[in-house]
């Protein structure tokens, strides 16, 4: 580069200290560092100025920006989070709050329209009049709407531009505009007297269509409702700026109408609508059938909670009903228990008893017939001594006192033992005298015996008395004597 | 796409709202509407590859009581004169009209219909008269709306000299 010394002392002759200038300044562009800091020192006013200039650098920066933020957030989420966390948290809270407000306020319009009785009216006049109830509703609310514009070539009554606003139905609008243009020749040859006298308004119910005629060109708006009076203004305005845009176009006019399709903008300002100002009122419908639907909650739980105790209640009631029953018959049990102990107490008292009665009759039995014994050997070993041939008793005497004391017992204990004592008493006669007075002797004897204990209060029916002689008497009891003998038989 | 007003003049019952109902809605009616004022309809066509918007007005026709109001004709690129050849008086009126039209509006295009080629047997107009119509240079066509002759070919004519003149 240099070359021979030569032309290097050429070169400097030739361009001197410039020659120097050069070579630092290839040298601040060959080394790294120097350009960079040389570049740095200038970067940020580079990029000022070039993105004043034509916002060339964000459209190149964009992608790479893209690409660092989306590399930066994959490698570390979290630091991104917590940077963007003061931001986003409030954001997220605002958002949802005003998308709950939002949701509360469509869901009143929702209740409105489908409660309220003018929206029922709204809608008997939809079917009446076989609009939509949107359309209606619309109406309704309105105070004016601007919903059509025509600008209107004057010459000819060729449609320039014609714009409509939303829900407005616009029927062949060149068509319409030459009917105006030929309404407004009409009426002007008609009535006018003076020349410059237009047609400026038409009314048809709640129409109105406005005329603003300029020189070149006629704008005309259909208003629905009540015509404010700065329209007509603005329309005048409107139809200045027109003819002061366009008024070579206008003049110059033959048929070609894209001309003046920029002029749509223009014509759009010209499409206002107010509508009623409905005051901002609460939700109350909303907030009302949330009340009510919480009511109908409260009222649910507290009619849930009430059959609840109820239930419980009764359960209660029925378990102490059945403690109650329980313990009757608990005590019910303990009575039987107590009336059985006491029955079978008794019982077995009347099965002593019975025992000691058994053993006490057995005893007596024992005793009755010991006694029976005893008394009927007493009564057979009694003997009444008979003075000779005579048969007289004496009732006193010891022996038949005491024959008669012991018959009376012997019936007693024989009534006792359920047997009925018979007494047979035999009357005998020693063998001196013949025999049919002994005969008769002894069976006066007898007789006589049993008179006398009779007599002594022995009953009759326990005494039989025969003679000694009598036919089938057992021999023992016949003897040779003068006496009675007994013989006891019970049944 | 051009738009462009043309004008349907001519005696009284000629026959321009049928030829224009025939024309504009392919439908033809009986009834005869007298016009009172004036009725306008549209009509698109493709012409030298260009959109053609016709707004057609249909104008009151005049008598010897009523005359046509010039204000209609304003601004108009062309007119076709209906003339109804089985009543001579139309062809008088025709005339007349064709001159007011020069003098209130200027030399336009301008095409002749000679209506109600259904009755042609009837028609009462002269060789002269038809001589002196071919000699004012305007297109002469024969139509009718009744059994849609020449309805279409009437007004392409129109849209034909149009175009020459905007050419």
């Known amino acids: 580069m240099q070359g021979t010394p030569d032309i290097s002392q050429l070169r400097h002759l030739l361009f001197g200290k410039d020659y120097d200038a050069l070579l630092a300044l290839k040298a601040q562009f060959e080394n790294s560092a120097t350009y960079s800091a040389s570049?740095?020192?200038?970067?940020?006013?580079?990029?000022?100025?070039?993105?004043?200039?034509?916002?060339?650098?964000?459209?190149?920066?964009?992608?790479?920006?893209?690409?660092?933020?989306?590399?930066?957030?994959?490698n570390d989420p979290k630091r991104f989070a917590d940077v963007l966390y003061p931001v986003m948290g409030p954001a997220i809270r605002k958002s949802i709050q005003q998308a709950l407000n939002e949701a509360l306020e469509n869901f009143n319009q929702l209740l409105e329209q489908s409660l309220s009785v003018r929206s029922w009216r709204w809608r008997f006049d939809a079917w009446r009049t076989g609009q939509s109830y949107a359309q209606i509703a619309l109406l309704r609310t309105l105070v004016y709407q601007v919903e059509q514009v025509f600008l209107i070539h004057r010459?000819?009554?060729?449609?320039?531009?014609?714009?409509?606003?939303?829900?407005?139905?616009?029927?062949?609008?060149?068509?319409?505009?030459?009917?105006?243009?030929?309404?407004?020749?009409?009426?002007?040859?008609?009535?006018?007297?003076?020349?410059?006298?237009?047609?400026?308004?038409?009314?048809?119910g709640e129409l109105t269509v406005l005329v603003e005629h300029g020189p070149l060109a006629v704008l005309a708006v259909v208003v629905r409702g009540t015509v404010p009076a700065e329209l007509r203004a603005m329309l005048a305005e409107t139809v200045e700026n027109i003819h002061q845009q366009y008024h070579q176009q206008l003049q110059a006019y033959q048929g070609d109408t894209s001309t003046f399709n920029s002029l749509e903008p223009l014509l759009r300002d010209c499409l206002i609508k107010k509508q009623k100002q409905r005051e901002k009122r609460p939700p109350w419908l909303a907030y009302l059938l949330l009340a009510t639907i919480a009511g109908a909650l409260g009222w649910w739980i507290y009619q849930y909670q009430q059959a609840q105790a109820a239930l419980v209640h009764q359960r209660l009631q029925a378990e102490h009903a059945q403690q109650i029953a329980l313990q009757t018959l608990g005590e019910q049990l303990t009575q039987q228990q107590s009336q059985h102990t006491k029955?079978?107490?008794?019982?077995?008292?009347?099965?002593?008893?019975?025992?000691?009665?058994?053993?006490?009759?057995?005893?007596?039995?024992?005793?009755?017939?010991?006694?029976?014994?005893?008394?009927?050997?007493?009564?057979?070993?009694?003997?009444?001594?008979?003075?000779?041939?005579?048969?007289?008793?004496?009732?006193?005497?010891?022996?038949?006192i005491a024959l008669g004391k012991h018959i009376s017992e012997l019936l007693q204990t024989a009534q006792r033992l359920d047997k009925t004592p018979q007494?047979?008493?035999?009357?005998?006669?020693?063998?001196?005298?013949?025999?049919?007075?002994?005969?008769?002797?002894?069976?006066?004897?007898?007789?006589?015996?049993?008179?006398?204990?009779?007599?002594?209060?022995?009953?009759?029916?326990?005494?039989?008395?025969?003679?000694a002689q009598y036919p089938g008497l057992p021999s023992h009891l016949q003897k040779n004597e003068r006496s009675t003998h007994y013989r006891v038989s019970l049944y | 796409m051009i738009q462009q007003k043309i004008c349907l003049l001519g005696s009284f019952s000629v026959g321009k709202t049928s030829l224009i109902r025939r024309y504009v809605d392919s439908l033809?009616?009986?009834?005869?509407?007298?016009?009172?004022?004036?009725?306008?309809?549209?009509?698109?066509?493709?012409?030298?590859?260009?959109?053609?918007s016709l707004m057609i007005w249909d104008i009151a026709g005049e008598d010897d009581f009523t005359s046509i109001r010039t204000a209609y004709l304003r601004g108009m690129s062309g007119y076709i004169i209906v003339i109804d050849p089985t009543r001579p008086h139309s062809y008088e009126t025709a005339l007349s009209i064709h001159e007011m039209v020069k003098t209130t509006v200027g030399e336009l295009p301008a095409v002749f219909s000679l209506n109600k080629a259904d009755l042609k047997p009837t028609w009462q107009l002269e060789t002269p008269q038809h001589q002196h119509l071919q000699q004012m240079g305007h297109p002469i066509v024969e139509t009718s709306a009744k059994q849609n002759i020449g309805v279409e070919t009437m007004f392409l004519k129109l849209v034909e000299k149009l175009g020459g003149q905007h050419g």
């Not at chain 1, 100025?49 to 989306?70: I, K, N, Q």
């Not at chain 1, 060149?174 to 243009?181: F, H, K, P």
């Open chain 1, 39 to 74: 570049v740095a020192s200038v970067i940020a006013e580079a990029l000022q100025h070039r993105e004043a200039h034509d916002g060339g650098v964000s459209s190149v920066l964009a992608p790479t920006v893209e690409r660092a933020m989306s590399h930066a957030i994959s």
């Open chain 1, 155 to 204: 010459d000819t009554g060729l449609l320039l531009q014609h714009v409509f606003s939303e829900n407005v139905a616009s029927k062949d609008p060149e068509i319409i505009s030459g009917m105006l243009t030929a309404i407004q020749d009409f009426i002007k040859d008609s009535f006018a007297t003076t020349g410059d006298d237009m047609l400026d308004t038409l009314r048809l």
């Open chain 1, 343 to 400: 029955l079978q107490a008794s019982l077995q008292t009347l099965l002593d008893q019975q025992t000691q009665q058994q053993q006490r009759s057995a005893q007596q039995l024992t005793a009755d017939t010991a006694a029976l014994t005893t008394l009927t050997q007493q009564i057979e070993a009694a003997n009444y001594p008979f003075e000779k041939a005579k048969a007289d008793v004496n009732p006193q005497h010891p022996a038949l």
């Open chain 1, 423 to 467: 007494i047979m008493i035999v009357g005998n006669a020693d063998d001196s005298g013949n025999d049919t007075f002994n005969r008769e002797l002894a069976q006066q004897r007898a007789d006589n015996l049993r008179t006398a204990l009779i007599t002594s209060g022995v009953p009759a029916f326990v005494l039989v008395a025969y003679g």
């Open chain 2, 28 to 52: 033809f009616t009986e009834k005869y509407l007298t016009t009172v004022g004036v009725k306008i309809d549209k009509k698109q066509l493709e012409f030298n590859g260009k959109t053609h």
